[in-house]
Structure formats: structure tokens, C-alpha cells
């Protein structure tokens, strides 16, 4: 149990759905997590290295930045306060003009260290299972700015299961139809 752990055990933080793939910026040891909602909304936490334990990130009050569709305020719930901790990207199910295109199964990814594509240092790359995009953010000040989507620069992915990163940094796509790829310089 970590000196310090609110919790007295060995629960670290709360109010997770179902995460699916989370890693630690290998520079800054910062936290970042895709956890997979359940009816409306897909999301990406963030938190800082250093962060204490007791982080509640909301689930089932909430799912995403908005009230859990299938609770109807139940269990004494409120989705927005002090106590939780928003999400740094918020994805609604069936697209928005930031997110367009079928999102079901949020995949979390890897902040990008390597030195083969030395501009997108410090991206964190992230994707969806079912919709087979791969998008990307830097995060600036606690906000995920630059966000790009690169689906079609990189090429077709289908049914992406998660993320790599070799010993250098460097970035690979998992599919579950077996093949692996590598994030390699463009033209």
C-alpha cells in the first residue's frame, strides 16, 4: 500500500467504467487512460505524475462530462463538482464535428517519445475499435489541444486493440486481426 494512499488500501483512484489500455509518458511519468462508456460517451483521462491517490473520475454518475443515460440520478449521483475529475477528451457515441464516425470502444494509446518522427514528440496517440481511426492530441496546460486525426494518412487499421511502444519510443499499432504496424516518417 503507497505511503499516503487516502484509501488505506490498495485502490488508487475511483469511478472508472471500463479502461481499456492506459500507459505513462515515459518523460514526464504523467498518466493517461481510454475508458470505454456504455451508452453515449467514450473518454480519455489524464493525471499529472504526482497525483495523490483518491482521484474519482465519475463513473456511474456520470459517463464522459455528461449524467450516466442509464442511471437516471441514481445512487445519490451528481456528474459535475469539485470531487470528480473531467476528462481530458470527451468522445460522444455516433460522432460530433470534432469526432465524426461510428465510436463505440475507445482505445487507449501511448505520448509519442521516440526520435524516428521527431515533430510529433510529446503527441499522445489514441484510436476506436469499431470506427478504426487513429487520432492524436498534445496536452497544453491540462487541455488537449492540436487534435488531428490521422486515419487516412496512416492507412487502414482495422479493429484496433491497443498500442506499443518499443524501448527507443517508439509508437506501434496492435490490430486484433493479428498484424502489428509501426509508426514510421511520411513523405
Avoid at 493525471?47 to 449524467?67: H, L
Avoid at 442509464?70 to 481530458?88: E, S
Avoid at 496536452?139 to 494518412?153: E, I, K, P, Y
Wanted: proline share 6%; charged share 15%.
Amino acid at each position: 500500500i503507497p505511503a499516503g494512499n487516502v484509501f488505506g488500501d490498495e485502490i488508487w483512484s475511483l469511478g472508472h467504467r471500463n479502461p481499456w489500455r492506459f500507459s505513462f509518458d515515459r518523460l514526464t511519468g504523467d498518466m493517461y487512460m481510454g475508458d470505454v462508456g456504455q451508452a453515449a460517451r467514450e473518454d480519455l483521462n489524464f493525471e499529472a505524475a504526482g497525483t495523490p491517490s483518491g482521484e474519482n473520475y465519475g463513473w456511474d454518475c456520470r459517463e464522459g462530462m455528461i449524467p450516466t443515460p442509464t442511471n437516471n440520478g441514481g445512487y445519490g449521483c451528481v456528474a459535475t463538482g469539485p470531487t470528480l475529475v473531467d476528462p481530458i477528451v470527451d468522445v460522444i457515441h455516433g460522432g460530433d464535428p470534432v469526432h465524426p464516425g461510428f465510436i463505440c470502444s475507445i482505445i487507449g494509446g501511448y505520448v509519442y517519445r521516440g526520435s524516428d518522427v521527431p515533430n510529433l514528440a510529446g503527441t499522445y496517440f489514441y484510436s476506436d475499435f469499431y470506427s478504426n481511426w487513429i487520432r492524436s492530441f498534445r496536452l497544453v496546460g491540462g487541455v488537449a489541444t492540436d487534435q488531428r486525426d490521422w486515419t487516412s494518412s496512416l492507412g487502414p487499421v482495422n479493429s484496433i486493440a491497443g498500442f506499443g511502444e518499443d524501448g527507443s519510443g517508439e509508437l506501434y499499432v496492435i490490430s486484433i486481426t493479428g498484424t502489428i504496424y509501426k509508426l514510421v516518417p511520411g513523405s
